[in-house]
């Protein structure tokens, strides 16, 4: 029997060193009987770029697992609640006005006699080609124009009537996983790597360190961003670029006040510029925004003073952080003994708030193949094949939102539809769309991006004009005029039981919920289910579900 591993090292701080600290030391010794020692080891001199401020509703999963405390969070971490993306201007009607639309993180219901709600919003609802489904499947857009929190004022700790994520600051975010993980044992070692050893069978054996010398090493996280000194840079594994997929190399990236602080929305926003499209992230007390661009198009400079226009009168003086991103990933995630998270391993630029839920998976597949000092081929072999499944799934889904975009307003839009390469797996599946639109069964991976997620981009780029499916001529009006009645009730109960984002946010923080107000939004959310009739339909019963925030999240739909 292998000798089993007694120590891992996590070279590397930041989110995904942070997060690796937390959930090894976590996972890994908090029942065992010999715990693992955990090392982090980080540099004083390297600055981390952060990985994001916006998250994806898995990371309520990653919190309880590891039974942190979401309260102390929102207020350690100047986090906010996000209940999907806006994106507005990525496309444009035919008279070139800009398409706007949420993609929610869950809709009402499934089906609908049978058939899935989008075949009824396609023919009675989209004559034009180009709709907002989201309006017409999910209570999400109302809450998000009413800035609508998605829980009672008095809820537990990941309770909730709608599904949620985060928004959080990356750097208060580290900060806090550092305090927790030392707190549970993580050795904390503050020194540069200045070389890497390794053995005679090329694993690594030893890391110099400049102030502390030779620290030994038996499984090696690589946490070092872009730089992936030890995977990529120590052990050769080459780097898959993804330019011929996407033409995005660059971003900038700025804070900013809010100019009502009170009015915080509940969503991230993606909004499409000249050469690529800016992102906006609403925290308790700031403004995260930043323009990711393709430099073959832009200058620093000239992107600069586009984004800067964009953001209008509040980025006055501002002076935005030019950061170059490596769109790719490394062929293998785990190489000999050292496993890449985050950066080190690979990136997709984050149109879909991705980059936190790639560390998520990443971490979850150490703990189910750990390895012992044998490292047998067996587990590294399933975790790269995983890693390359989940890259694949990711980029496809972003680079469908160019590839199908209807945009001519420019030579960067033209490009990004028309000079890229659409990957064989993503054309197999906008094919199939034309003749039937997705489900779960059909999606080859299912790790992040549902049907739903699908069809709320497709529909919102017009991809079903002009297609006729076979199942039009088995549904009816009536059955989709009782669904939006009860879609209706939902939504207007919702928006007026539900408090204000920032009210919540500020009572978490303060941590003096009024109870007879938060019990009279219970009853009124829990009448708002009781009331509404069971509908009908052929056969089928359907009631509407709002409860799906307090069931497992396996996935979601993600942006």
């Known amino acids: 029997m292998a000798e089993p591993i007694s120590k891992v090292s996590i070279i590397g701080g930041g989110t995904a060193g942070w997060m690796a600290a937390v959930h090894l030391v976590t996972r890994l010794n908090s029942r065992a009987e010999k715990p693992v020692e955990v090392c982090l080891i980080e540099s004083p001199d390297i600055p981390t770029v952060g990985v994001g401020e916006a998250t994806v509703p898995t990371m309520k999963r990653w919190f309880q697992e590891l039974e942190l405390d979401e309260s102390a969070f929102i207020e350690r971490c100047n986090a906010s609640f996000k209940l999907g993306v806006r994106f507005a201007n990525w496309d444009h009607d035919i008279n070139g006005n800009p398409l706007n639309y949420v993609h929610p993180f869950d809709g009402l219901g499934d089906d609908i006699a049978g058939y899935n709600p989008a075949y009824y919003f396609h023919k009675f609802n989209d004559p034009g080609g180009a709709g907002n489904y989201s309006i017409y499947h999910s209570p999400i857009t109302a809450i998000v124009e009413g800035r609508k929190g998605p829980k009672p004022l008095d809820a537990e700790n990941f309770e909730g009537v709608l599904n949620y994520a985060y928004h959080l600051d990356a750097g208060l975010f580290a900060k806090y996983l550092r305090e927790i ?85 509940p969503c991230t926003r993606s909004t499409a510029l000249g050469a690529g499209w800016s992102w906006r992230v609403p925290l308790y007390s700031r403004i995260g925004t930043g323009y990711v661009f393709s430099s073959a198009h832009r200058t620093d400079d000239e992107a600069t003073q586009e984004f800067l226009r964009h953001l209008g009168p509040v980025a006055k003086g501002a002076e935005p952080r030019a950061i170059p991103i490596r769109v790719g990933r490394a062929k293998q995630s785990w190489a000999k003994n050292c496993i890449s998270v985050g950066l080190s391993g690979g990136f997709i630029e984050p149109l879909e708030s991705t980059a936190i839920y790639i560390v998520d998976k990443a971490l979850g597949w ?194």
């Open 181 to 265: 993980g030392i707190e549970r044992g993580v050795t904390h070692i503050l020194d540069s790597v200045n070389d890497v050893e390794l053995d005679h069978d090329g694993f690594v054996s030893a890391v110099q360190l400049q102030d502390n010398g030779r620290h030994e090493v038996e499984l090696v996280i690589d946490c070092t961003g872009f730089r992936s000194m030890i995977l990529q840079q120590t052990l050769g594994v080459e780097f898959e670029p993804y330019d011929k997929y996407l033409l995005n190399d660059r971003a900038l990236a700025v804070q900013l006040p809010h100019l009502e602080p009170t009015r915080l929305d």
């Open 366 to 559: 150490i703990v189910d193949f750990f390895p012992d000092k044998d490292f047998s081929p067996v587990l590294s072999n399933r975790y790269n094949k995983l890693s390359e499944s989940l890259y694949t799934e990711i980029r496809d889904f972003i680079v469908m939102h160019y590839c199908t975009g209807t945009r001519n307003d420019s030579d960067y839009w033209k490009a990004a539809r028309e000079d890229i390469i659409v990957p064989d797996s993503l054309q197999a599946k906008l094919d199939l769309y034309k003749h039937a639109l997705p489900t779960e069964d059909e999606l080859d991976s299912g790790f992040l991006f549902s049907g739903l997620s699908y069809l709320i981009v497709l529909f919102g780029k017009g991809y079903f004009k002009d297609v006729t499916f076979a199942a039009d001529r088995a549904i009816s009006a009536e059955d989709w005029e009782r669904y939006q009645n009860v879609l209706h009730g939902v939504t207007a109960e919702l928006i007026t039981n539900l408090p204000d984002h920032h009210q919540l946010l500020t009572q978490i923080r303060s941590r003096n919920a009024p109870k007879d107000e938060n019990q009279a939004l219970r009853d009124a959310i829990n009448q708002t289910v009781a009331n509404q009739p069971v509908i009908t339909l052929p056969g089928q019963l359907m009631a509407p579900d709002i409860s799906f925030a307090g069931q497992p999240d396996n996935g979601g739909n993600i942006l």
